[in-house]
């Protein structure tokens, strides 16, 4: 199983449109343009967990809702405030998804427990 998190950003949807107009035009056959979303989604994650070093610590005023399903937990919370080194950026209501990415990638084979793991924060306002 791999999470497929980022195919809901701006680059998974333009590879998504990309992929639809090539199987419109036959230049590429469906099950080619399922594989090429699939190691999207294990590009992406391995590309995060190992190029992205920043951290950045949140407050929030109010947790909204939480969530635990299928070994994903969702958490809405409201009026967040996200710290860095040099800037705070205050916002109304923020969804954070968090995937255990351990043995969650698959391949040929089955999971791969060495795969890195995934997670997303989107402001909902």
């Not at 107009?21 to 967990?49: C, G, H, R, T």
């Not at 399903?69 to 109304?92: G, M, P, S, Y």
């Not at 998804?97 to 351990?102: Q, S």
Request: with cysteine; proline share 4%; glycine share 8%.
């Amino acid at each position: 199983m791999s999470y497929q998190l980022y195919r809901n950003t701006t680059l998974g949807h333009t590879l998504q449109e990309s992929l639809d107009e090539l199987i419109q035009y036959n230049q590429v056959p469906a099950p080619l343009a399922n594989k090429i979303l699939l190691q999207f989604d294990k590009s992406m994650s391995n590309a995060l967990s190992a190029r992205v070093k920043s951290r950045v610590t949140f407050k929030a005023d109010k947790l909204d809702t939480y969530r635990f399903c299928d070994n994903v937990w969702t958490f809405l919370l409201k009026d967040v405030e996200f710290k860095d080194v040099h800037e705070v950026a205050r916002v109304q209501t923020v969804k954070i998804v968090a995937c255990d990415g351990k043995g969650m990638t698959t391949g040929p084979g089955g999971p791969n427990p060495l795969a890195g793991g995934g997670g997303g924060v989107r402001d909902t306002a």
